[in-house]
T-cell receptor, first 117, second 112 residues
Framework: GAVVSQHPSWVICKSGTSVKIECRSL??????MFWYRQFPKQSLMLMAT?????????EQGVEKDKFLINHASLTLSTLTVTSAHPEDSSFYIC?????????????FGSGTRLTVV | GESVGLHLPTLSVQEGDNSIINCAYS??????FIWYKQESGKGPQFIID?????DKRQGQRVTVLLNKTVKHLSLQIAATQPGDSAVYFC???????????FGQGTTLQVKP
């Protein structure tokens, strides 16, 4: 089945620095990818929809200048958390759609645990 | 972003019993629904899905029921096992972009 690889699985960074998270579709092309964040014991919150070759669409309340999304190829989307602060510490998860699949093809990465110190 | 920022309710069941997990969704125009299982520190894992033109779908040990009148979704797990212990989320596909919006989630604890 479809596989989405997310890297790194965890990262610790200093406050004020930037962190990049990668999301790759390994065996299919993904024109659309989604980025979520999840705080402990809470649900997944959609941050943005990433479209290959165009600008991402951000959900209301998500700062696009802080969470930079790039979807430069059909197999790779990146999320960069700029000038990270402790409140950005969270679990970030990407999802990609494999349009060949029966169930609309939503496949999730394994997530990235970001800790800002 | 869209979600419900509340702490997850917990359902505790005895091993071997049936579990029923409920979910209220928000958009009457949503046309597709998925149940996911999430274990600690991992991404969501697909369990079962249902389209809006159906009201019931069965898989292996799992059944999803959809009531569009009251915008309610349920997941039934038969003969619950310790390996079923996890957090369960419903998700609805909404809009032309196909984005998935997740519901609140429920923690399932299976007692041996």
């Amino acid at each position: 089945g479809a596989v989405v690889s997310q890297h790194p699985s965890w990262v610790i960074c200093k406050s004020g620095t930037s962190v990049k998270i990668e999301c790759r579709s390994l065996d299919f092309q993904a024109t659309t990818m989604f980025w979520y964040r999840q705080f402990p014991k809470q649900s997944l919150m959609l941050m943005a929809t990433s479209n290959e070759g165009s600008k991402a669409t951000y959900e209301q309340g998500v700062e696009k200048d802080k969470f930079l999304i790039n979807h430069a190829s059909l197999t790779l989307s990146t999320l960069t958390v700029t000038s990270a602060h402790p409140e950005d510490s969270s679990f970030y998860i990407c999802s990609a759609r494999d349009y060949r699949a029966r169930h609309y093809g939503y496949t999730f990465g394994s997530g990235t645990r970001l800790t800002v110190v | 972003g869209e979600s419900v920022g509340l702490h997850l309710p917990t359902l505790s069941v005895q091993e071997g019993d049936n579990s029923i997990i409920n979910c209220a969704y928000s958009n009457s125009a949503s046309d597709y629904f998925i149940w996911y299982k999430q274990e600690s520190g991992k991404g969501p894992q697909f369990i079962i899905d249902i389209r809006s033109n159906m009201d019931k779908r069965q898989g292996q040990r799992v059944t999803v029921l959809l009531n569009k009148t009251v915008k309610h979704l349920s997941l039934q797990i038969a003969a619950t096992q310790p390996g079923d212990s996890a957090v369960y989320f419903c998700a609805e596909k909404t809009g032309n972009t196909g984005k998935l919006i997740f519901g609140q989630g429920t923690t399932l604890q299976v007692k041996p």
